[in-house]
T-cell receptor, first 115, second 113 residues
Framework: DSGVTQTPKHLITATGQRVTLRCSPR?????VYWYQQSLDQGLQFLIQ???????AKGNILERFSAQQFPDLHSELNLSSLELGDSALYFC??????????????FGPGTRLTVL | GENVEQHPSTLSVQEGDSAVIKCTYS??????FPWYKQELGKGPQLIID?????GEKKDQRIAVTLNKTAKHFSLHITETQPEDSAVYFC????????????FGPGTSLSVIP
């Protein structure tokens, strides 16, 4: 158990809908990262927050957004969902300064299925 | 843009043998190379990483080598055990900008008892 929790574990929704994925980092970790893992695109970095501020932005679509709250939990919002958004979404957290060399601890993921 | 290739895509070894997974990258600005292990139904787990100022790094049965000139790096697992069976991902990024991190497509390693 990495100490990172993600909810929900599974999510099934329809095209055009909007969903919110939630992540609670390890106690004391200031950085949260979001990743998408799909069969065709592999593992892709989406976005990183450090202590409430956006730190790095990867291949995140404009239909997706994220935020990190004062209690350090983070939410990833996916809107206007398409079939191709079906994937595993992982959250990871790290302590220290939020440098990309900090060890990241991954949560168990949320499996999103868009029908 | 950056591209990371990883070979082989699947690897099957006998318990006790060594396993080697190779990655190549294209962006010469990359200087941080982590390796992740992902077990079935779980998130990736960092197992070892290397920076460009180092040619080799070891941690017990795991080692990573880096050839910056040739832009390739490799993961070596010695004395493999059944619990090493997982998917392994390499990644490459500049030290200072994680937004450019790219992951390899993964290698499914099976260790046969």
């Amino acid at each position: 158990d990495s100490g990172v929790t993600q909810t929900p574990k599974h999510l099934i929704t329809a095209t055009g809908q909007r969903v919110t994925l939630r992540c609670s980092p390890r106690s004391g970790d200031l950085s949260v990262y979001w990743y998408q893992q799909s069969l065709d695109q592999g593992l892709q970095f989406l976005i990183q927050y450090y202590n409430g501020e956006e730190r790095a932005k990867g291949n995140i679509l404009e239909r997706f957004s994220a935020q990190q709250f004062p209690d350090l939990h983070s939410e990833l919002n996916l809107s206007s969902l398409e079939l191709g958004d079906s994937a595993l979404y992982f959250c990871a957290s790290s302590a220290r300064s939020g440098r990309n060399t900090d060890t990241q601890y991954f949560g168990p993921g949320t499996r999103l299925t868009v029908l | 843009g950056e591209n990371v290739e990883q070979h082989p895509s699947t690897l099957s070894v006998q318990e006790g043998d060594s396993a080697v997974i190779k990655c190549t990258y294209s962006d010469s600005a990359s200087n941080y190379f982590p390796w992740y292990k992902q077990e079935l139904g779980k998130g990736p787990q960092l197992i070892i990483d290397i920076r460009s100022n180092v040619g080799e790094k070891k941690d017990q049965r795991i080692a990573v080598t880096l050839n910056k000139t040739a832009k390739h790096f490799s993961l070596h697992i010695t004395e493999t055990q059944p619990e090493d069976s997982a998917v392994y991902f390499c990644a490459a990024s500049p030290l200072t900008s994680y937004d450019k991190v790219i992951f390899g497509p993964g290698t499914s390693l099976s260790v046969i008892p």
